[in-house]
């Protein structure tokens, strides 16, 4: 007979478990996380401490940037369970990173890792958990970017940009004046030019393009790609292999390669043009590129020992004008294809393009953090900058938000053209006003949160006295905007914003008081057929009810349920006195002292709310009326 008790006890606590679970989820899914956290909190205590309830509890701690919380929660649910879903590995990860515990990160990456190669759910996870950690990183936000072709352009070849002191320098084929044609395109050899851009509310307005200010720049041959020290005090450029009679050099198969230069301003011209000693006459070696410190030269280069076509290397800049022998910055950069135009922006980002990565189209341009981070991975910067030609020569001004790319798009001027960027955060407004539903009076004092599409409350504010609040928002998302009062129903609406900058998106929130003169109202509570036990949907209702009681602790009330006509009088008596008893206990579990709830009894039929009386035919909806639980408050 113990063994039994033992048995029905277990099983008793089993189901209380699941329902005590399925409560916490219910709150969880309608972003109320604090609810959720003590309900899952309690059901750990009660011995349910399984994955779900673990990583949920590190969820409701996480969505509300509480990392560490989330971090005892996320890391207890690792320990204890060898499958798990990565999407949990890699928010313990941020955790981590967040409290600074870079070695707990770093080894749970390479799980992290380990798991999405190798895991036989394969293209599911893959796909899923690329767009969660888009989401969980949430890198930009919409970002809108105009792309102009810039009136400098020609019908010639125009590339590869560098701007100093507002002065932008390119590569041009359209010096006509020279009678060499080059033989790869039929057209002129480049030179280098230059040309004054100003910024006039906001556009961009361009002088006379005109050569370099030196004529021992430009030669019959080719010059581009330029970069310039932060001093503007020295030139790196682009040449062919020319002698000092101005003649080509070849190797011995005849072939004339590419050599890095250098040119120091004297007087405001660039004279004392050096070439720099790590060139070759069998190899190409050109782009250059400098570090934010001017303290490393970036260039390309074919020659021997590399990874692919061409490479991208550094060399350190030492004292006296002199250089380290050459490094190839490895695969983290380098393919069996052609790494190009390399770029380093003021916060240290490189910037290059490839065609040995699977891109948009031919050359694509692509950013790399790989001058903090050695493992770091390159990322395709996309469309509009990539496209299905090539692009390449990317520069980024100070500012961070404009700069120039270069590509052979169709919709160009010449063979290759430049092109002007802006990039700007898309943002939109979202505001409304909180009202009291049953009223429609204004309400100040309104918890109101804006939270994203994957649970995390971004920001929450309070109404002022006018009910009013407003969100700033990111384009082309979808949130939910929880309203939340004491002594009201939170009420919830989803917002999902387009594309357009600056758009204001009008929403209202409705609360609907628990509290109407005397009586506690809550949605209808439901039982299963001829049953009285508390369903799921039915608790969380009354937790409306516990929360009432909690934020009243002097309020005492009373319990009445009621039925439909249907079944015999005395049966229904018996049933809802059943129901309002369990209602009552209900309350009492959940921390409502039992001196609070004066009684708790059931009325059956005797106080039906229409005509739907014995043997009078009604509908399912006309019964449903008379199926109701009152709360009413004897004392507050």
Known sequence: MKTKLILIFLAFSSTYMVA????????????????????????????????????????????????????????????????????????????QRSLDN?????????????????????????????????????????????????????????????????????????NTDIKKKYGWNDEPFLDIYQVNVKNNDGKREFGSPDFIKAKKINTDYHEASIAITNDGKTLYFTRDNVDKRN??????????????????????????????????????????????????????????????????????????????????????????????????????????????????????????????????????????????????????????TTGYFSSNRLEGKGGDDIYGFKAEKCKQIIEGIARDKKTNEILAGVEVKLINNIGKIVVAVTTDVNGAFTFDADCNKTYTVLGSKKDYKDDKVEVTTDKTNEKVTKTDLYLQPLIDNDQIVINPIFFDFDKWNIRTDAEYELENIVDVMREHPGMIIKIESHTDSRGSDNYNMKLSDRRAKSTRDYLISRGIAKDRIESAIGYGETQLLNKCSNKVECTEEEHQLNRRSHFFILKN
């Open 20 to 95: 005590q679970r399925k409560l916490a989820d219910k709150f969880f899914e309608n972003y109320s996380y604090v609810k959720a956290t003590e309900l899952y909190e309690e059901a750990v205590k009660k011995g349910d401490s399984s994955a779900h309830v673990l990583t949920r509890l590190g969820d409701c701690y996480y969505n509300n940037s509480k990392t560490e919380e989330a971090a005892v929660w996320y890391g207890a649910a690792l320990k204890k369970y060898d499958n798990i879903n990565p999407e949990y590995i890699y928010k313990y990860i941020q955790t």
């Open 102 to 174: 870079y070695a707990e990160a770093s080894k749970w990456l390479e799980k992290f890792k380990e798991i999405q190669s190798s895991d036989s759910r394969g293209k599911e996870y893959s796909s899923r958990n690329i767009e969660i950690i888009k989401e969980l990183e949430d890198i930009d936000g919409e970002i809108l970017v105009e792309v102009e072709n810039l009136p400098i352009n020609s019908e010639y070849s125009d590339f590869g940009t560098f701007v100093y002191d507002n002065e932008l320098y390119f590569a041009s084929a359209r």
């Open 247 to 400: 003649k080509l050099g070849y190797d011995k198969k005849g072939t004339s390669h590419l050599k890095l230069y250098r040119a120091s301003l004297v007087d405001d011209k660039w004279e004392n043009i050096v070439e720099l000693p790590f060139n070759d006459n069998y190899n190409s070696t050109g782009h250059p590129a400098l570090s934010a410190d001017n303290k490393i030269l970036y260039f390309v280069s074919d020659r021997e020992g590399g990874i692919g076509q061409t490479d991208i290397y550094e060399v350190d800049i030492l004292e006296d004008n002199s250089y380290s022998d050459p490094r190839n910055l490895g695969d983290r950069i380098n393919t069996e294809g052609r790494e190009m135009f390399p770029f380093v922006s003021k916060d240290s980002i490189m910037y290059f393009s490839s065609d040995g990565y699977l891109g948009l189209g031919l050359l694509d341009i692509y950013k790399s953090n790989i001058i903090k981070d050695e493992d770091a991975e390159p990322v395709n910067i996309g469309a509009p900058y990539n496209s299905g030609y090539d692009d390449f020569a990317y520069f980024k001004n100070e500012n961070k």
